[in-house]
């Protein structure tokens, strides 16, 4: 089975703080996602990769940035965490060829 | 700039009955259209993948039909069950974009005993 893991369920963190979210896949897929998801306002693409070192910002990227330095392994950095980043972050995965997603268990981040 | 539409937002069903969930994009250049399950508060479960060139899957009893010059997907899911109250999550990429998904903001189904 396909799995997608991410370092927490749960995060509470202070204002100001320097967040790393951190997802993990173990299918060898070219592709990685972060996204947020808030009431009312759906799944919105923060950044994914596609490669190594290999980044593109998606629709939100302000305030965030991100790191691929293994092809298993994504990093969603928060450089100074403000309370309207409080969400559920959610990463995925897929492959370029058949594009598929699997997604990760979901952290639910809280900045207060 | 694509958009994906799921109407209703919520849907409530006695147990036992046939239903079928709504997909709506406004471009049809898409690659695929995928159909994710989402408990609360949990990440998202891929239900079923329907390449651009399919018209429809099937696994166990969901079926998911693709439309593509109208731009519509289905989820049809049979004599439904308390245990597939959840929200169901359409979401669609586009050719060539490095598998970047857009999704549907969800139809959130609740199946009553």
């Known amino acids: 089975d396909v799995k997608v893991t991410q370092s927490s369920r749960y995060l509470v963190k202070r204002t100001g703080e320097k967040v790393f979210l951190e997802c993990v896949q173990d299918?060898?897929?070219?592709?990685m996602f972060w996204y947020r998801q808030d009431p009312g306002l759906g799944l919105r693409l923060i950044y994914f990769?596609?490669?190594?070192?290999?980044?593109e910002k998606g629709d939100i990227p302000e305030g965030y940035s991100v790191s691929r330095e293994k092809k298993e392994r994504f990093s969603l950095i928060l450089e100074s965490a403000s309370t309207n980043q409080t969400s559920m972050y959610l990463c995925?995965?897929?492959?370029?060829?058949?594009?598929?997603?699997?997604f990760g268990q979901g952290t639910r981040l809280t900045v207060v | 700039k694509q958009e994906v539409t799921q109407i209703p937002a919520a849907l409530s069903v006695p147990e036992g009955e046939n239903l079928v969930l709504n997909c709506s994009f406004t471009?049809?250049?898409?690659?695929?259209l995928q159909w994710f399950r989402q408990d609360p508060g949990k990440g998202l479960t891929s239900l079923l993948l329907?390449?651009?060139?399919?018209r429809e899957q099937t696994s166990g009893r969901l079926n998911a039909s693709l439309d593509k010059s109208s731009g519509r997907s289905t989820l049809y899911i049979a004599a439904s069950q308390p245990g597939d109250s959840a929200t169901y999550l359409c979401?669609?990429?586009?050719?060539?974009?490095?598998?970047?998904?857009?999704f549907g903001k969800g139809i959130t189904l609740s199946v009553r005993p």
């Open positions: 471009d049809s250049a898409i690659y695929n």
């Open positions: 329907i390449q651009s060139s399919q």
């Open positions: 995925a995965s897929s492959h370029t060829g058949l594009g598929e997603a699997f």
């Open positions: 990769s596609y490669d190594v070192k290999m980044k």
């Open positions: 299918m060898d897929h070219e592709n």
């Open positions: 979401a669609v990429s586009k050719q060539g974009a490095n598998s970047k998904l857009t």
